[in-house]
T-cell receptor
Framework: DTAVSQTPKYLVTQMGNDKSIKCEQN?????MYWYKQDSKKFLKIMFS???????INETVPNRFSPKSPDKAHLNLHINSLELGDSAVYFC?????????????????FGPGTRLTVL | KNQVEQSPQSLIILEGKNCTLQ??????????LRWYKQDTGRGPVSLTI???SENTKSNGRYTATLDADTKQSSLHITASQLSDSASYIC???????????WGAGTKLIIKP
């Protein structure tokens, strides 16, 4: 299946731990994203990344860092987890080359990772 | 402040009925407006994308309208089905930095 996949689907961990969420897309897209969906259901962009540029939402703490081993993967590393990090994290991808700019084209989302920090 | 507000917050209708969801936004300058469907426990799925020059766009039983002058959009669902039960999210692209501004969504429940 062509899709955006994330692992794990659920992640429960203690405060202070370091964890990673993996994302892979086999759509051949050039841009990938990480979003956080809080309890109020708003999705907030955390990062967008293509092979040229990483765009960081300035409100994201530097405990969060994206790592892209190749064009099809964008993993999210979180250090020193805090209670407020509990949320659902979505990975997405889109094809932005030749579009008007990043985010112009349709974004395809993964199933989400529900992170619970105890 | 760039905001996207949706109404109603939740809606329950009977299977087979039509419904219309509303979206008002204050995002400026605005580039495009999207409607997404998000099933419980899943990621959002794009329904329509409209630029400021488009007034209406359809995707099957879903029809989105856009009035860029009044900064309003609506999503009309015709002949609703049980599988339409989901959250419907309006998203506006802020042209200044291509940021997508997300609404909180309307939770739609279709009852048999």
């Amino acid at each position: 299946d062509t899709a955006v996949s994330q692992t794990p689907k659920y992640l429960v961990t203690q405060m202070g731990n370091d964890k990673s969420i993996k994302c892979e897309q086999n759509l051949g897209h050039d841009t990938m994203y990480w979003y956080k969906q809080d309890s109020k259901k708003f999705l907030k962009i955390m990062f967008s990344y293509n092979n040229k540029e990483l765009i960081i939402n300035e409100t994201v703490p530097n405990r969060f860092s994206p790592k892209s081993p190749d064009k099809a993967h964008l993993n999210l590393h979180i250090n020193s987890l805090e209670l407020g990090d509990s949320a659902v994290y979505f990975c997405a991808s889109s094809q932005e080359e030749l579009a008007g700019g990043p985010g112009y084209n349709e974004q395809f989302f993964g199933p989400g990772t529900r992170l619970t920090v105890l | 402040k760039n905001q996207v507000e949706q109404s109603p917050q939740s809606l329950i209708i009977l299977e087979g009925k039509n419904c219309t969801l509303q979206c008002n936004y204050t995002v400026s300058p605005f580039s495009n407006l999207r409607w997404y469907k998000q099933d419980t426990g899943r990621g959002p799925v794009s329904l329509t994308i409209m630029t400021f020059s488009e007034n209406t766009k359809s995707n099957g039983r879903y029809t989105a309208t856009l009035d860029a002058d009044t900064k309003q959009s609506s999503l009309h669902i015709t002949a609703s089905q049980l599988s339409d039960s989901a959250s419907y999210i309006c998203v506006v692209m802020w042209d200044s930095n291509y940021q997508l501004i997300w609404g909180a969504g309307t939770k739609l429940i279709i009852k048999p």
